[in-house]
């Protein structure tokens, strides 16, 4: 999962409020947002405020000086309520509950014409599922807008929707292009793609209208399942960086493609200011200037080094311990 979707959580300096809540209502949000209020005692009331009225269904929020700076609406409730004051967003449950998305495309093409999906990588899965009015939405974070090119006399403009894509893999970096539907008609338009986008090209058989978004979810599947295979196994080919300090040396230094997680990482690290300023060593923070090294959550101070490098964050069972994958 490409991660600049969280970027502007580290723009600002902590401490942050960090809340996890299901979806609740009159008496029983009251009560809820008491208990946070208790279990962090510390934290900015006026920031607790604003992240209060912020709250609609099941939500991660996060804070700080009396500001929410990201709310997410998830699409279930949280495996646990929680609530952190401390100086980084606590942002691994979110992630681990969005799973690993990226930036891709979903095409279904016939004879009638073409629907064109973009999903930006810091978009829930399920957004892919709603549409939204034409044109895209030209934004900086990602998101998600879908297109429908009708056939005006039996004919659709393949040329027309082959330069969307090739522009749309040039805005938003997309990894994947989906393509489904009637073969000829695939063809047709995979053959007038640009290079960049026919190499990125998967597609999509047995997919129709009535069906494509299981068949397209199926996809989408199995080629994230193959690039985290791809991931670990690059990773134990090279023996890459295992344990917090060295994956934190990986991405201070700018090597690391990705990190792999087997979750969440609680034990403390030292953390600084800047985003990859993180050691399990306090006395080497103060030598790299840090003149007031702060703690904070392993997961925490990684998913932010991870975030300001550009490095992809994969979770994984296959592994104990936090590892590295070094770019090639």
Not at 277 to 296: F, I, K, T, Y
Request: glycine share 10%.
């Amino acid at each position: 999962m490409r991660l600049d979707f969280i970027r502007p959580l580290y723009e600002r300096r902590g401490p942050y409020a960090s809340v996890y809540v299901g979806e609740r209502t009159g008496t029983g949000r009251t009560s809820h947002w008491r208990g946070v209020r208790e279990r962090i005692p510390d934290a900015d009331p006026a920031t607790l405020d604003a992240l209060e009225r912020a709250a609609t269904g099941s939500s991660a929020l996060f804070g700080t000086h009396g500001d929410v700076v990201m709310a997410e609406r998830l699409a279930e409730p949280p495996p646990r309520e929680l609530a952190a004051w401390a100086p980084l967003p606590h942002v691994t449950p979110m992630l681990m509950q969005r799973g690993e998305n990226l930036p891709h495309l979903r095409v279904v093409v016939d004879q009638a014409g073409v629907e064109l999906t973009v999903v930006g990588g810091g978009s829930p899965r399920r957004a892919a599922e709603r549409a939204e009015p034409w044109p895209l939405a030209k934004t900086a974070q990602g998101g998600w807008a879908r297109r429908r090119y009708r056939a005006a006399h039996g004919v659709w403009d393949a040329g027309a929707v082959a330069r969307e894509i090739d522009e749309q893999v040039r805005r938003i970096g997309t990894e994947l292009i989906l393509v489904a539907g009637e073969p000829r008609s695939c063809a047709l338009l995979c053959d007038r793609l640009g290079t960049k986008s026919a190499d990125r090209v998967m597609m999509v058989e047995h997919a129709s209208r009535a069906d494509h978004q299981r068949d397209l979810e199926r996809a989408l599947d199995l080629w994230l399942d193959g690039r985290r295979a791809e991931l670990l196994d690059r990773h134990r080919d090279s023996a890459g960086p295992v344990g917090v300090a060295r994956v934190a040396l990986a991405l201070r230094e700018g090597r690391a493609q990705a990190v792999l997680s087997p979750g969440e990482l609680p034990q403390p690290v030292w953390i600084g200011g800047g985003g990859t300023q993180m050691s399990v060593d306090a006395a080497e923070l103060r030598r790299w200037g840090v003149e007031e090294p702060m703690r904070d959550r392993a997961d925490s101070a990684l998913a932010r080094a991870a975030a300001m490098t550009d490095a992809e964050l994969w979770f994984t069972d296959e592994i104990t311990d936090v590892a590295a994958v070094i770019r090639n």
